[in-house]
């Protein structure tokens, strides 16, 4: 069958698929992007992380005649892709800023006589009149706006170079173009369609939902030691990310994984660039290394055997926590997104907010934002349902979040919430005082401390009255509070003050219902599933065969320079391992073998299968 209007055959995409790729069929909406792009359609496709938004346009690019021009933000990964085509027999380059003048030389004229496939194409290039002219003495295919959603102001990732990405239709009518995003707020979507000019687009927008990942929030108590006991439960010897707000928070926790016997690498702003690159170049390349990171590690981090995301600090909305738990489990296997938050990741995240430079509609943006992140983390249902939601999608209970877990309790907190909010109305009516959760806290209890002499607080007349909750059960009440805005808080101290809302409660106009603080840190043995020790799917035999393939993997990763997963997924090695196929022919039916690397590797694969414990 032939696509309308381009004499190309939708039948090439299926063959280039098999060939190139060593996949049996397409995923999901694949095969119509693709038919669409190749045809010369624009699209905008909105898909989730993992989703497999790369054969979009990789393989139209294949199809149609020319070079397919891919525009990314991430320079310090295109070497990285660059190579991972390479491997599959696929021609392709880059142009950036870290390139030498001979080796940008060498890229353009493999663009100029037509032998590429794809050119990866940093943003801030396409100023350059150059670039254009450049562009223009050569055929391109199509292009491929790659994180799309840095085009939108209203996001987390806005990237000015990319409001030029609207000329391209002007200078290149005939050229699709196809903007690709794992963000997907509708104000997010309509944004990138408008600012991007994409005016006869086709929309193509995937669920969102990522069934391999398992959301828990956790009460912030101890959290490195929390993380700690996470990582040597359910994660050991498994890669991934862990986030924290500030650089001197990364370090910290970094240090205390290492010295614990969890190998760890910092990355963050602070340190300097070839520090940065080579961190990230490990965590890429080599196998089960954790990487704790201010969230300016992780866009377009393809790593697709990241197990677990660890969130150590509240993130400031549901779009980026939802971007970065995201980075968990590309590869589509079992994988954790943890976070732990308490009181003070609210007290901060306002005071930060505040405290922000720009106007007030910017801040209340930021608010809008932080109280969708707080909605999920205080909710009492499916977190997966609550996160689709944000995005316009539902579900159903999940099964695979804690909540669905172990369903939290809720009580009535009225009357908790009366006396802690007539106590912060007290000490500023009779007292002119403010004072932080601790304080309150403490009078609440009954606590003769020090400081509670020292202000005269044993005398009010709300001393004492909230002995029936304990201290962490109080700081729970506190930060829901927060989290509904029925309290706020106010300058460098955290210091609590009544807000609009605080009156319904205090006039018995609102019921508070609250979440149940457990007894203790959270075991999260009680919401996880029975720990494997094994990668999942892997029959216990099949163990030894699976690890001297990883370690075949790993030196021949090392020989060439590139990622272990450049050269095979760990998915593809687990079926091989599985499937001990003993012909080159057999091997050529996994999944992810394709011509290229059969060629390359099959031989290698058989040997080492040879030479291995022999599946019983
Ligand atoms: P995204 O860019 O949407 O995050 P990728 O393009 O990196 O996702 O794809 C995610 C993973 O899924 C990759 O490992 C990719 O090789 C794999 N994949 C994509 N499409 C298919 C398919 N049709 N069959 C099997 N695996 C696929
Ligand atoms: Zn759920």
Redesign the pocket.
């Given at each position: 069958m032939v696509v309308p209007g381009t004499g190309l055959d939708v039948g090439d995409a299926l063959r280039v698929?098999r060939r190139v790729?060593g996949?049996d069929?397409?995923?999901g909406a694949?095969q119509e992007i693709i038919n669409h792009v190749a045809g010369g359609g624009d699209a905008l496709v909105l898909?989730p992380?993992?989703?497999?938004?790369?054969?979009c346009y990789q393989i139209p690019a294949l199809v149609r005649p020319g070079v397919g021009v891919v525009i990314s933000p991430l320079i310090a990964l295109m070497q990285d892709q660059v190579d991972a085509l390479t491997a599959l027999g696929v021609r392709a380059g880059f142009l950036n800023s870290t390139q030498q003048p001979s080796e940008r030389r060498r890229v353009e004229s493999a663009f100029l006589a037509g032998e590429l496939d794809l050119l990866y194409l940093a943003p801030e290039r396409l100023r350059a009149e150059s670039t254009g002219s450049l562009l223009d003495r050569g055929t391109i295919s199509l292009f491929a706006i790659d994180e799309a959603h840095c085009v939108a102001q209203w996001g987390h990732d806005f990237r000015p170079d990319y409001l030029a990405l609207s000329a391209l239709h002007q200078r290149w009518p005939t050229v699709p173009r196809i903007a690709l995003t794992?963000t997907a707020t509708k104000a997010t979507h309509a944004e990138i369609a408008s600012r991007l000019n994409l005016v006869d687009a086709r929309h193509f927008v995937a669920s969102f939902d990522r069934p391999n990942i398992q959301y828990r929030i956790v009460g912030k108590n101890e959290p490195k030691r929390q993380l700690l006991d996470l990582l040597r439960t359910e994660h050991p010897g498994d890669a991934g990310i862990v986030y924290c707000l500030s650089r001197a928070s990364v370090e910290k926790a970094a240090q205390f994984l290492t010295e614990n016997g969890i190998e760890a690498l910092p990355y963050h702003a602070g340190l300097d660039a070839r520090t940065r690159a080579a961190n990230q170049a490990r965590f890429l390349r080599e196998d089960g290394l954790v990487m704790v990171a201010t969230i300016a590690f992780g866009m377009g981090i393809?790593k697709?055997d990241v197990r677990f995301v660890a969130h150590l600090d509240l993130p400031k909305s549901v779009e980026g926590y939802y971007q970065e738990t995201g980075r968990a489990g590309?590869?589509g296997l079992a994988s954790t997104a943890w976070l732990a938050y308490g009181l003070a990741d609210v007290v901060q995240q306002r005071k930060l907010i505040d405290t922000s430079e720009g106007d007030g509609a910017h801040r209340r943006r930021l608010a809008s934002h932080l109280d969708a992140m707080l909605a999920l983390c205080e909710t009492v249902e499916c977190r997966r349902g609550q996160l689709l939601a944000y995005f316009g999608q539902h579900s159903t209970a999940c099964g695979n979040c804690d909540t669905c877990l172990s369903p939290p309790e809720t009580w009535d907190g009225t009357i908790a919430a009366q006396k802690l909010l007539s106590t912060v109305l007290r000490l500023d009516r009779e007292r002119h005082q403010k004072f932080g959760a601790g304080q309150v806290i403490d009078i609440l209890l009954g606590k003769t401390t020090p400081k509670i002499t020292q202000f005269g607080h044993d005398s009010l007349t709300v001393f004492g009255i909230g002995t029936e909750l304990r201290e962490s059960e109080w700081r729970g009440v506190v930060r829901q509070l927060l989290a509904q805005s029925l309290l706020a808080v106010e300058g460098d101290y955290g210091t609590l003050v009544l807000t609009d809302s605080s009156g319904q409660v205090l006039s018995r106009q609102r019921q508070v219902l609250l979440r149940r603080e457990p007894e203790r840190a959270a075991p999260t043995a009680k919401t996880a599933k029975p720990r494997r020790a094994t990668p999942v799917d892997l029959p216990d035999a099949a163990v030894p065969v699976f690890e001297q393939l990883r370690a075949w993997r790993a030196t021949a990763a090392k020989e060439q320079a590139v990622p272990a997963y450049v050269i095979f997924?760990d998915a593809t090695l687990r079926q091989i391992a599985t499937e001990a196929p003993s012909t080159l022919v057999e091997l050529s039916t996994v999944?992810g073998v394709g011509e290229n690397k059969l060629a390359k590797y099959g031989q290698q694969i058989l040997d080492t299968l040879a030479g291995a414990a022999p599946v019983a």
């Open positions: 698929l790729f996949y069929s397409f995923r694949q898909m992380t993992g989703g497999g938004k790369s054969l794992a393809d697709p590309r590869d997924h999944n």
